[in-house]
């Protein structure tokens, strides 16, 4: 296998390059939560721990973040700055790339005055395997990759009266022609669950595919697509999931 999930991680490991990916930190989140009067105590520093944790298990060397790394869409308060610091302090002196999401702008600036100096792109290829935010359309050459690992969708899985973060891997269809001229006809699509623990996702239910373009259009096959809890166990196929919601 060229990626793995991490085991009641929600990250994965690109196993050849040994890079553990992770995305949607949604750093200072909960800042705005504390707004309306919820408030979590150390919420960064312990998602960062849960980070180093991640990557010591999993044996990595570097790390890929796949965007939303920010809460605000574009400048960030002081409060906000303040939480980056002590996120990127934390995990200095690892090897870090970033991809951009739609909530990182101005981030390769934001990192800059908080010392943080690391490559920022809206995709990245590492051995096999294109990880991209997954707002926005992938590139050709990601598409002729084996798998194509995108966040954004923030899904989830209902169950036993509760949510909780779920994988997704799908198939490519053949609609993906009307925009590629070539792409890897065993391409799967992964969707990795949010790594801030204050965001458990959207459960997968008739409206789930809409999150992603190449989901909304077909391009990779929802209904039949195999979903996997945060231990990494088989869960179902989304469609007999939603037909449950629906139920």
Same mark, same amino acid.
């Given at each position: ?191 990795? +669950? ?18 992603? +373009? ?34």
């Amino acid at each position: 296998m060229l990626v793995s999930f991490i085991k009641n991680f929600p990250a994965l490991l690109i196993r050849r390059e040994r890079v553990l990916v992770a995305g949607d930190l949604h750093i200072g989140m909960h800042l705005r939560l504390r707004e309306k009067g919820f408030y979590f105590q150390k919420a960064t520093e312990r998602m960062a721990e849960s980070l180093l944790d991640a990557y010591k298990r999993s044996g990595a060397k570097s790390i890929a973040l796949l965007g939303d790394i920010k809460e605000s869409v574009a400048s960030p308060p002081p409060a906000e700055y303040r939480e980056l610091k002590t996120f990127f302090g934390a995990i200095a002196g690892i090897d870090t790339r970033i991809v951009k999401g739609n909530h990182d702008g101005g981030l390769e600036k934001v990192l800059a005055n908080i010392g943080f100096k690391v490559p920022v792109s809206t995709e990245l290829i590492i051995d096999g395997a294109a990880l991209t935010h997954g707002n926005s359309w992938p590139s050709a050459r990601a598409m002729v990759k084996r798998y194509l690992v995108v966040g954004h969708g923030h899904y989830a899985l209902a169950r036993n009266g509760a949510l909780e973060k779920a994988w997704i891997v799908a198939k490519v269809t053949k609609l993906a022609s009307k925009k590629y001229a070539s792409y890897n006809k065993n391409i799967r699509l992964i969707t990795v +669950p949010s790594f801030n623990p204050l965001i458990t996702g959207s459960a997968i239910g008739p409206r789930a595919k809409e999150y992603l +373009p190449v989901l909304r259009n077909g391009f990779f096959e929802f209904e039949k697509a195999e979903v996997y809890d945060i231990a990494g166990k088989p869960a179902g196929r989304a469609g007999s999931i939603m037909q449950l919601i629906q139920d």
